[in-house]
Antibody, heavy 123, light 109 residues
Framework: EVQLVQSGAEVKKPGESLRISCQGS????????INWVRQMPGKGLEWMGR????????NYRPSFEGHVTISVDKSISTAYLQWSNLKASDTAMYFC????????????????WGQGTTVTVSS | EIVLTQSPGTLSLSPGERATLSCRAS???????LAWYQQKPGQAPRLLIY???SRATGISDRFSGSGSGTDFSLTISRLEPEDFAVYYC??????????FGQGTKVEVK
């Protein structure tokens, strides 16, 4: 079964650091981008960025660049989303989703999603 | 960045009725790389339609997508109880950033 499994809910204080994970299984992990999508409480979906596991190439939405870091360890089929200085405004649900790296596979959109990781930042 | 505007914000319908959701892009979406997702409370989004009109694996034929360029739509032919949810369009054209519409909530009338 193709799936993405995310790490569990986190509660942090402002200024702290955090890394959440997304592990893929049941498919060739290196053939699919891992995207990260934010959903703030009661709001819509916002694409944050993505990583190509084959070479760790990344793209970021400009508003997130410099505030989060996307990384990958392809030896364990796991992508990460990391903050070094959390803010209260980072409180949200974060989803990972795969999308093919080739044009042919990319056409299928974000076809598999993780279950989401809730991040709460509060003093 | 391509801005996607969905309408209406909320659609109030009864089971068995037809739902038509609209998604308009601020510029042409490359090669019709437009997807639709369904999200229910507390769940991850689920891919319904990719490439503007192709149904994802396992998706009922009650769901259909159409459109090209800047105007796209999702139609649910006969609403079932499990179809009441929020629907998002998303473009994944030539280069990032990818963008989502703000969502359309389909609620029970």
């Amino acid at each position: 079964e193709v799936q993405l499994v995310q790490s569990g809910a986190e509660v942090k204080k402002p200024g702290e650091s955090l890394r959440i994970s997304c592990q893929g299984s049941g498919y060739n992990f290196s053939s699919y981008w891992i995207n990260w999508v934010r959903q703030m409480p009661g709001k819509g979906l916002e694409w944050m960025g993505r990583i190509d596991p084959s070479d760790s190439y990344t793209n970021y939405r400009p508003s997130f660049e410099g505030h989060v870091t996307i990384s990958v360890d392809k030896s364990i089929s796991t992508a990460y989303l990391q903050w070094s200085n959390l803010k209260a405004s980072d409180t949200a649900m974060y989803f990972c989703a795969r999308q093919g790296t080739s044009w042919a596979l990319a056409y299928y959109g974000m076809d598999v999603w993780g279950q989401g990781t809730t991040v709460t930042v509060s003093s | 960045e391509i801005v996607l505007t969905q309408s209406p914000g909320t659609l109030s319908l009864s089971p068995g009725e037809r739902a038509t959701l609209s998604c308009r892009a601020s510029q042409s979406v490359s090669s019709s790389y437009l997807a639709w997702y369904q999200q229910k409370p507390g769940q991850a989004p689920r891919l319904l339609i990719y490439g503007a009109f192709s149904r994802a694996t396992g998706i009922s034929d009650r769901f259909s997508g159409s459109g090209s360029g800047t105007d796209f739509s999702l139609t649910i032919s006969r609403l079932e109880p499990e179809d009441f949810a929020v629907y998002y369009c998303q473009q994944y054209g030539s280069s990032p950033p990818w963008t989502f519409g703000q969502g359309t909530k389909v609620e029970v009338k």
